[in-house]
């Protein structure tokens, strides 16, 4: 799965830092700890589920009651006893309402099975008998899941566990529209069929789908045959005979435009809203290429029989590795205009190797998660590296180490932890970015030859099975012939990170450079590292390496120089996951390390540094890396440009407007404006910019554009925002919610009722969230207006924490409307003069009435709504 919310957190932070640019960003840099679900019992160790019955083969009939959001179906499962005999069968169900169970003979004959259901989640089926593991036998169930009844429960990373999603099921939501989709990770496929939810069960399956003709099916494995039925349904086979674990079963349904590709001999097909059609290649970019690329680098082929992506509705995360049909939130899909900016390659890459990374070889319990997260996440490195080059690469990578770094500040743990409150508290930046970070750590030790054999055998030993992370440990040394209990404790099995302070010395007399290491971390929480690592050495026309291992709390490496160096460049091929305090580097030094260095993190590190020095030859290096050939670095330049605008402003500044105006990529263009209109006096005089800007190709640009003209010259910027409220793009529309939050003129309010309604999903959360600070400042005619559609919200939103900002709004208005109940009160106690008093009195009978709506709209959404976090608040706000 890849970390959820990419969009709706974007708009989130574009919300709170008024800049359009942090959309980069990943989800995984938001701070969502205030949510975080507290317990009062201590951890407890969370086993490998034991296996007891083995599920071999999972065939299902399922058909959708739409207006009940009821999953009708019939399952049969073919099963043996893991090793021992026994006469049980537990199967997790979740919120079913049972039919019958029956135990089905060789000759078909069915006789019915004594279970017990106690507790709405597992059944425990009495088999008649007792069968050893030389037996297989078969069971049916008949059944009805009823997702949308069971308790709602979900995490920061995905925002919801119900398993089965019937969206917009009664087509009351215009613009939106009906679907059925299934999300299975961590342990929800068990809310629309029975089986043995856990990572380290495998199966083959086979689905029946009956659905209306007009809706398109998709599941795992191959559609082997449609059978239309005569009565406006068909019913749809899919099958898939290669095992993989229940939490990847997936099923959609829908109107979607296929839009077919391949890749050797299997089919890649790309499943989109029919208006997206042309674009759909685009859409899921260069998959066949790394369908190619993948089954190359590892030495084991793509194993499954075909390869399907689908972009659904209102889905509960970022995306899903579902085998053989990997599902998008609606953020992957648009038009070339929008792809520009919002390209979902990198969670295509995470997905599609996903599939030897979790879907071939799976991790065995949620404790060793890392095993398909941390791969995936590098998978995206790879790709990226054979595709863009290794500076864009380790951009990317840089990403990862900034995340896992922030997420370090609140939370250490082991990344192999066999004690959680939660499992889905495993969907951290640990899982993702810092076992990517270790992933590349272990591949720069090894060499690439060895690594890349590592992981063959590892998929190659470990196929269609699931693992622990000695596995791989195992798989690595055997491989490289060395031992790597010390790699795998100090980074999979323990928690924490190096934090290294190094410190320089030149010695002439005795011609010798020092280097000092120090490690300075926690060692009662974090160990003590074991770091290879390689020191450069800089001179006027040589690069000398040493390669050295800190092993120790404090240590002081010795190199030979017969001359003073330029600079030492300590850990030169910037691999390491670690904080660092380098001392007493010099200002030519880290000029040396942008002009000779070749890495991504070299050129940023150095202009990092710089930019601190109040200094002309810093400010001109920096001004220099404006002109980088990676535009990377010109973003990071361009955000370290403020001693340079003291210093060189003439000069800054002919650099920022070129970029502003002409540069290639839309993001160094969209920082360019950011920062000419905030860190410039006088950005009125960039007027022209800003305006030319709103005719950019580029959506984020047009919308950075309106944000700065409305910062530089509010009349303008309002004048803008309102010619382009019509626009269909989510950064524009954000924008504007965004801007008009501010204001409090009353007439706005059409802008937001018309865009609740032209938005859905994650991509209304900018504008639900700006038209909450807007209606605060109005007064109770408006809040009255706004009603029905914060109550629609909060009643109908998937994502749990958009129904919280509507219902939030909702209890707000409330607060402020009873407060206001009051004043008047008071006032008219006070008030003698008849007409007045008549006033006043009209007055309080309108505050009275939108607080009553107010009050039934609270009731209404207390009966519906399951999630504690929104109970609690409005139970908090009585
Ligand atoms: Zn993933």
Known sequence: MKNQLIVAVSSMLLLASCSILNKTEKIEEVDLG???????????????????????????????????????????????????????????????????????????????????????????????????????????????????????????????????YFINPNGEEANKPKQIWTQGETEASSCWFPTIDAPNEKMTQEIYMTVDTQYVTLSNGLLLFQTENGDGTRTDYWKQKLPHAPYLAMMAVGEFAVVKDSWRNIGVNYYVEPKFEEHAKEIFPHTPEMLEFYSKKLGVDYPWEKYDQIVVRDYVSGAMENTTGVIFGEFAQGDHRYLIDNSAEDVVSHELFHHWFGDLVTCESWSNLPLNESFATYGEYLWREYKDGKMWADYHIAQDLMSYLRESKRKQVDMIRYYFDNKEDMFDSHSYAKGGRILHMLRNNLGDEVFFEGLRVYLEDNKYQAVEIHQLRLAMEKVSGQDLNWFFNQWFLASGHPV?????????????????????????????????????????????????????????????????????????????????????????????????????????????????????????????????????????????????????????????????????????????????????????????????????????????????????????????????????????????????????????????????????????????????????????????????????????????????????????????????????????????????????????????????????????????????????????AK
């Not at 003073?564 to 660092?580: M, Q, S, T």
Request: proline content about 2%.
């Open 500 to 876: 290294l302070d190094i410190s320089y010395a030149y010695d002439e007399d005795l011609g010798l450079q020092f280097v000092t290491v120090e490690q300075t971390q926690n060692l009662k929480s974090t160990p003590l590292y074991r770091l290879p690592v390689a020191i450069d050495i800089y001179h006027e026309n040589t690069i000398t390496r040493h390669e050295i291992e800190v092993t120790k709390e404090r240590q002081i490496f010795e190199f030979k120089s017969a001359t003073k160096p330029i600079l030492v460049n300590f850990d030169a091929d910037k691999y390491l996951l670690c904080e660092k305090i380098d001392h007493k580097k010099n200002l030519r030094s880290w000029v040396t390390l942008y002009e000779r260095g070749t890495l991504f993190e070299d050129k940023k590190e150095a202009i990092l540094a710089l930019s601190t020095e109040n200094d002309t030859l810093a400010a001109r290096t920096i001004i220099q890396a404006l002109d980088d050939r990676f535009w990377g670095i010109k973003e990071v330049a361009i955000y370290s440009l403020e001693n340079a605008i003291n210093l060189l402003p003439n000069l800054t500044k002919e650099r920022l407007v070129a970029l502003a105006q002409f540069d290639e990529k839309s993001s160094v263009r969209a920082a360019a404006i950011d920062v000419l209109a905030t860190d410039f006096k006088g950005g009125n005089d960039f007027r022209f910019i800003f305006n030319n800007g709103l005719n950019d190709s580029s959506y984020v640009v047009v919308a950075t554009s309106l944000y700065a003209l409305y910062e530089t010259n509010k009349e303008e910027g309002l004048a803008a925002a309102e010619r382009m409220e019509q626009s269909d793009n989510i950064d524009i529309i954000s924008i504007i919610s965004e801007i008009y939050a501010g204001e409090t003129d009353a007439k706005y309010q059409t802008f937001y009722e018309a865009a609740m309604t032209r938005t859905s999903g994650f991509d209304r959360y900018g504008v639900l969230a700006g038209y909450a600070d807007f209606i605060k400042g109005q007064n109770a005619l408006y809040m009255g207006k706004s009603l029905e559609t914060f109550k629609k919200s909060a009643l109908i939103e998937n994502a749990w924490w958009m129904r919280m900002v509507a219902t939030n709004a909702i209890l707000e208005m409330n607060k402020s409307i009873n407060s206001n109940l009051n004043k008047l009160d008071k006032k008219i106690d006070n008030t003698v003069d008849e007409t007045a008093l008549s006033n006043l009195k009209e007055d309080k009978n309108n505050h009275q009435k939108v607080a009553n709506k107010l009050q039934e709209a609270i009731t209404e959404i207390k009966a519906k709504e399951t999630n504690t976090r929104i109970l609690e608040a409005i139970e908090k």
């Open 34 to 164: 205030e949510i975080t679900v507290k317990s009062d019992n201590p951890l407890e160790y969370q086993p490998s589920e034991t296996r007891i019955n083995d599920l071999i083969h999972t065939k299902l009939d399922v058909k959708f009651d739409w207006p009940n959001a009821h999953l009708y179906g019939r399952a049969n499962l073919t099963i043996k006893p893991y090793f021992l005999p026994t006469d049980s069968l537990w199967l997790d169900a979740k919120g079913f309402e049972i039919k019958e169970i029956n135990l089905v003979a060789k000759n078909g004959a069915e006789t019915s099975l004594s279970y017990a259901y106690t507790d709405n989640m597992r059944v425990r089926i009495n088999l008649g008998k007792t069968y050893t593991r030389n037996d297989t036998y078969q069971i049916a169930m008949t059944y009805i899941a009823k997702p949308n009844e069971l308790e709602e429960g979900g995490s920061a990373a995905i925002t919801s566990d119900k398993g089965l």
